[in-house]
């Protein structure tokens, strides 16, 4: 199983990026989707987390900013960050319980958010 992230990048204050992550190999199918972030000189924390159902949660600093949704036939997360700040630049993971096979990472994609 591997997770492949996509849609890092550089972007200015106010601006948007669509991050992905989709589940390759011995996938029969994905449970909870979660995405994560780590700032340099900071824990990694959790941003936002999707279960199966479509339940979705998300830290505070993002709350109305960005989004978080599945395509369950493509084995696939993703994170869509809006009105995006500084503050939130940092190497976002992507976090996902594989049905059967346990719990995987993604490689990590940098975002960067000048001001």
């Known amino acids: 199983v591997q997770l492949v992230e996509s849609g890092g990048g550089l972007v200015q204050a106010g601006g948007s990026l669509r991050l992905s992550c989709a589940a390759s190999?011995?996938?029969?199918?994905?449970?909870?989707v979660r995405w994560y972030r780590q700032a340099p000189g900071k824990q990694r924390e959790l941003v936002a987390e999707?279960?199966?159902?479509?339940?979705?949660n998300f830290v505070d600093s993002v709350t109305g900013r960005f989004t978080i949704s599945r395509d369950d036939a493509q084995n696939t997360g993703y994170l869509e960050m809006n009105s995006l700040k500084p503050e939130d630049t940092a190497v976002y993971y992507c976090?996902?319980?594989?049905?059967?096979?346990?719990?995987?990472w993604g490689q990590g994609t940098q975002v960067t958010v000048s001001s």
């Open positions: 999707i279960t199966r159902r479509g339940n979705r």
């Open positions: 190999g011995d996938v029969v199918s994905i449970d909870t």
């Open positions: 976090n996902i319980d594989i049905r059967y096979k346990g719990t995987y």
